[in-house]
């Protein structure tokens, strides 16, 4: 009966599996082994090209860039997500709110470069805005300000992060809210726990799981804001908002693929790490 | 007079009783308009991220409808580094279908780019469909140790980024001479391993001993896939593909790096070529882009929601 079962889980499983490990398994060894020798030689180097990368002074910007684009948006992102969903949760027809939330998911990332090219340029509709309100309450003047050639890049690349991603993380909490019993909800409340109690004491303590599933869908995520920050400011943008993703697109396109490789590892063993490590904590709970 | 007292007391109690049910009432009340309160509070806030939703749209469905004289009279500034600001009207002076008509009717090319992109999603989803769907339910209908480990292999590779795994795509392209063929973005795509955890959700959702029964009562493995796996595990499948199409109707990074010859490109990565001297034309395309988009979310919507709540559950 086991022998059986394994003959069929191979059976279903097998076909895809030797195309993961023609298209992915097998070439990323490959990689491995490249990181290690040189790029036009192919003679073996050791941990050169290791010791190259963290002296190179772009790997280290986009490496700095990116863990700050990380630790900022993903928290910003996490924190509003659950604010709007536990204030949606009250609502009993939420379905179209839902929807509205959901839908820049859907927006093809080409046609929402093009709308904030016109928004954040500056004679863009935003500093438009902010000058007329700056003329309506008298404390400013004209705003002028240039948002995608400076360091305020990285915040419109935060704002355009969370604009695409607030309707999945808002599902997701209000999956993991609309999993906490109504029955001990209701004991707190018959026991005289408040609002703001049953909040901090009930609701969010049985929100670590959802966190955990929020945090590493986020991160996944967040390496797709390439394409924003690619298309609104081409390949060597702004300093603030040049990330591993456009160091990479960059080595590729000059084809120094010895750095490459060893930048692959890099990236590859710390993802792998974090979530190894996150699937532990899910394991320990 | 101890009956007095009594009788006052009593008295009193009722009375007492009496008011405090009375700021009960109130305090319900109360209760009740600062609730109604807080959600007449609540809408507004919650639906100002809505605005910057709508308003994108509206944005590029206007400028699309704007003949190019209108439109470069408002965004002209833009293109040549004017000092006046942008300017804008929600509906256009002299709407116009002519950026339509030399879109769909004098740009060849654009069609082309169109069914690029409409031929790549399709056949990755095609082939999901036949790679990925199967191996899900493997994993979810035979468990065991072995498959448990592989497992999270699979979830190891869904969450490497593209940027990762370029170099070793760029390899096996380059020797299987797929690079600048479409082939070089479908078959990367279609043993992505994001699909099979989507279909896995759903095919978990079937109780064991459903399959258990089936099995007393004899049906063979196969039947048991095709006729109890897939009709009752179809949620996940399907909210796979919502997913999937929307992803890869939004191809960017793997045709920029594996496809040079701009005719095999698709509409998402031609688009942003698009420069702002032909601004008319941009917001058509735009909007001709986004429809397919919006379609597949307003049909697929559940099953979208359906497919983001999967991918939050654990193994």
């Known amino acids: 009966m086991r022998k059986k079962r394994r003959r069929f889980f191979c059976l279903f499983v097998f076909p895809g599996f030797f195309g993961i490990t023609v298209f992915a398994l097998a070439p990323f060894l490959d990689v491995v082994k490249r990181s290690f020798t040189a790029a036009v030689t192919g003679a073996f180097v050791g941990g050169k090209n ?58 093809p990332t080409a046609t929402v470069v093009m709308v904030w090219k016109l928004v954040f340029y500056k004679q863009g509709f935003l500093n438009l805005f902010l000058t007329r309100a700056g003329l309506v309450t008298g404390l400013w003047g004209e705003v002028h300000k240039d948002y995608l050639g400076t360091a305020a ?70 390496f797709k804001i390439y394409r924003e920050a690619y298309l ?23 084809l120094e693929l010895d750095k490459m490789a060893a930048a692959a590892v890099c990236t590859g063993g710390v993802l792998m790490l974090a979530i190894l490590l996150l699937q532990r904590l899910w394991e320990d709970r | ?58 944005l590029l469905l206007s400028g699309s409808l704007m003949d190019s004289w209108e439109l470069g009279g408002y965004i002209g500034t833009v293109f040549t580094d004017g000092s006046e600001f942008i300017s804008w009207k929600l509906f256009p002076d002299y709407p116009s279908f002519s950026n339509y ?82 082939q070089a973005i479908i078959w990367p795509a279609v043993f992505s391993t994001f699909p099979v955890f989507l279909s896995y959700g759903g095919f978990k959702s079937i109780p064991y001993q459903m399959l258990e029964a089936a099995r007393v009562d004899g049906a063979g493995e196969l039947t ?53 001297g032909q601004a008319g034309f941009a917001f058509c395309a735009s909007v001709v882009t986004l429809v397919p988009a919006v379609f597949v979310f307003i049909i697929g919507q559940d099953y979208l929601e359906q497919g983001i709540i999967y991918s939050g559950l654990k193994e």
């Open chain 1, 50 to 107: 290791y010791q190259v990368i963290f002296q190179n002074q772009a790997f280290l910007l986009a490496v700095k860039n990116t863990i700050r684009f990380t630790l900022t948006g993903i928290p910003l992102l996490v924190s509003a997500g659950l604010m709007v969903a536990l204030m949606l949760s009250g609502f009993k027809n939420k379905g179209w709110i839902k929807s509205i939330y959901l839908f820049p998911l859907a927006m």
């Open chain 1, 153 to 222: 890049a990285f915040w419109v690349l935060v704002g355009s992060y969370i604009w695409k991603n607030l309707g999945y993380t808002v599902i997701l909490w209000l999956t993991g809210i609309g999993g906490i019993s109504g029955e001990m909800l209701e004991a707190a409340k018959v026991d005289g726990a408040g609002g703001w109690q049953r909040l901090w004491r009930v609701v969010l303590p049985n929100l670590k799981g959802s966190l955990f599933t929020i945090v590493i869908l986020s991160f996944l995520n967040s």
């Open chain 1, 232 to 254: 609104t400011a081409g390949a060597y943008p702004d300093q603030s908002m040049y990330l591993l993703q456009h160091l990479f697109n960059n080595w590729f396109v000059n």
């Open chain 2, 224 to 276: 048991i896939f095709v006729r109890l796996g897939l009709p009752l595990g179809k949620s996940g499948l399907l909210s796979a593909m919502v997913l999937g199409f929307l992803e890869y109707w939004n191809l960017l990074e793997q045709p920029m790096a594996f496809l040079e010859d701009k005719s095999l490109w698709p509409l998402s990565l031609y688009l942003p070529q698009i420069t702002w």
């Open chain 2, 101 to 182: 008509g030399k879109l769909l009717f004098e740009t060849p090319q654009f069609f082309v780019l169109f069914w690029n992109s409409m031929k790549l999603v399709l056949c990755i989803l095609a082939g999901q469909l036949i790679f990925a769907v199967p191996a899900a339910w493997g994993f979810a209908a035979y468990p065991g140790r072995g498959s448990q480990g592989l497992f999270a292999l699979y979830v190891v590779l869904m969450l490497l980024p593209f940027q990762v795994t370029m170099l070793s795509s760029y390899l096996v392209l380059n020797r299987l001479s797929f690079l600048n063929t479409h």
């Open chain 2, 1 to 58: 007079m101890m009956m007095g007292v009594g009788k006052n007391r009593t008295m009193m109690g009722v009375r007492r009783g009496r008011v405090t049910t009375g700021t009960g009432k109130n305090r319900k009340r109360f209760e009740k308009v600062k609730k109604a309160a807080g959600k007449g509070l609540l809408f507004p806030i919650l639906l100002l991220p809505g605005l910057l939703v709508i308003l994108p749209v509206l």
